[in-house]
């Protein structure tokens, strides 16, 4: 399931940049429901809001190294919920990873392609990968607050009997 749900993540995501890349200009916001959400095509060295522009070796490098941590924890899900958040954020980071390395202008330097904006939220113009991982994100934070393990158990089922004595 994560492999799945990280392919048609994938694929969305580079579809959509193709589409971006081919038909909307670069540089300038076109209005799809006025100051609400626009198209603005720009190409990202940086991470959200350009931080670290120039530096995207290092973003290639982290990228692929998450790649590698969530493939690994993908190896212990037993739970559903789980393997749907770590297939949509992996399908994230692979759309991004993808761009950093065959994008202009080089290899592990590439640019990302960003293109939707939301004016009146906040000054960040991002892509489906984006969204991916900042949903996948805050629902991996809500897991973990909720105490479930990657296997479907919760954290309470785990406590150890003289833990559990101390509580009462």
């Not at 095509?41 to 969530?70: E, K």
């Not at 990968?129 to 607050?145: H, N, Q």
Request: glycine fraction near 8%.
């Amino acid at each position: 399931m994560v492999a799945v749900l990280a392919a048609i993540v994938l694929a969305a995501d580079q579809f959509v940049k193709h589409l971006t890349v081919q038909n909307l200009p670069e540089n300038e916001a076109v209005p799809v429901l006025g100051e609400f959400l626009q198209l603005h095509f720009v190409r990202n060295s940086g991470a959200a809001f350009s931080i670290g522009a120039g530096m995207t070796w290092i973003f290639t490098i982290a990228l692929a190294v998450v790649t590698v941590i969530i493939v690994w924890k993908a190896l212990d899900i037993r739970s559903r919920i789980w393997a749907v958040v770590l297939g949509c954020l992996l399908g994230g980071v692979l759309g991004n990873l993808t761009d950093r390395l065959f994008r202009e202008p080089g290899f592990a330097v590439g640019h990302v392609v960003d293109m939707i904006s939301m004016p009146w939220m906040m000054p960040a113009i991002f892509n489906v990968a984006d969204i991916f991982i900042v949903c996948g994100m805050i629902v991996v934070a809500l897991l973990v607050v909720m105490g479930l393990r990657l296997d479907g158990t919760r954290e309470r089922d785990h406590v150890a009997p003289a833990d559990a004595a101390q509580e009462s």
